[in-house]
């Protein structure tokens, strides 16, 4: 059985002193505590509960919760960054609560890119049918002139090579929207660096939405959605009509400013189509 995180804490406020009102502690558990001798009612009227003997109270937390340390047990189900074994030091359990065991996000390349992890050089160079794991990621910091290029779609993150056409002026470092639970890290991590970052994903209003709320709302300025100088030609000939029916616009048009993006809206309103970003990897 686990312990409720709520109940940990007014036990934890019982422990150190703190006399609760029998109002705020209505679970099967403090009464089986109270049955057990480990909490207490005082009084005619039995409104406040305390501990009866705090090293008995640790016992009990430990023999029937695997819980030996109170404290370090509330702090662990609050943080999402504790460690297994820390969990295992507080409450025997491992999987007391969920970790996420590998933080961070993929990135992708096809020239060699100059970086600092943990303020030591290192040369990234994907070769040919891998990725690489940045898992430090509030270390990683890529050379000023490297742009990042978020990628919506796995498929595009894969070919990059074949895409090297698109990105001939720049010095790109590519990095992966997906898994989604690697998104925050990845948000996180663009707002620490300095580089700029181009938005590469589907151009219909369901991947200019992602670009707006996941994207740019966090980093202003320096974020931008990429827009090929071919595009009208590639949605008017290779457009799903059926994308634009269905989508709907989930962001204010007259709060955009990138004029390429606005050009992209009036294009696809113009076709009545949207188009996935995997038409580009053929060149």
């Known amino acids: 059985m686990k312990l409720p995180l709520n109940i940990a804490e007014k036990l934890l406020s019982l422990q150190n002193g703190a006399a609760i009102p029998s109002s705020q502690l209505r679970h099967g558990i403090i009464e089986d505590m109270v049955s057990d001798g480990i909490l207490y009612r005082p009084g005619k009227h039995r409104s406040l509960i305390h501990v009866m003997n705090q090293d008995q109270l640790h016992l009990y937390l430990e023999n029937r919760f695997s819980i030996k340390n109170l404290d370090g047990y509330v702090t662990a189900c609050k943080n999402e960054n504790i460690t297994r074994s820390e969990l295992v030091a507080v409450s025997s359990d491992s999987k007391l609560t969920k970790v996420r065991t590998f933080k961070g996000f993929l990135v992708n390349c096809y020239t060699p890119i100059q970086a600092t992890l943990n303020d030591k050089p290192i040369t990234l160079n994907c070769l040919n049918g891998t990725f690489q794991f940045i898992y430090d990621f509030e270390n990683f910091v890529p050379e000023k002139n490297v742009t990042i290029i978020g990628i919506e779609n796995p498929e595009n993150f894969y070919y990059i090579s074949q895409q090297q056409y698109l990105f001939e002026n720049m010095l790109p470092l ?26 590469f994903g589907d151009f219909d209003f369901a991947g200019i939405g992602i670009y707006l709320n996941e994207f740019k709302k966090h980093l202003g300025e320096k974020a931008r959605f990429f827009v090929p100088p071919n595009i009208e030609k590639l949605i008017s000939l290779n457009g799903n009509k059926q994308r634009y029916d269905k989508q709907k616009l989930y962001f204010d ?23 996935d970003q995997e038409i580009l990897i053929s060149g």
């Open 174 to 199: 590519f990095v992966c929207r997906y898994p989604q639970n690697q998104s925050k890290d990845l948000i996180k991590w663009l707002q620490l660096i300095p580089n700029n970052y181009w938005h």
């Open 253 to 275: 048009i007259d709060l955009i400013m990138e004029e390429k993006l606005k050009e992209l809206i009036q294009i696809i309103h113009k076709y009545k189509k949207g188009l």
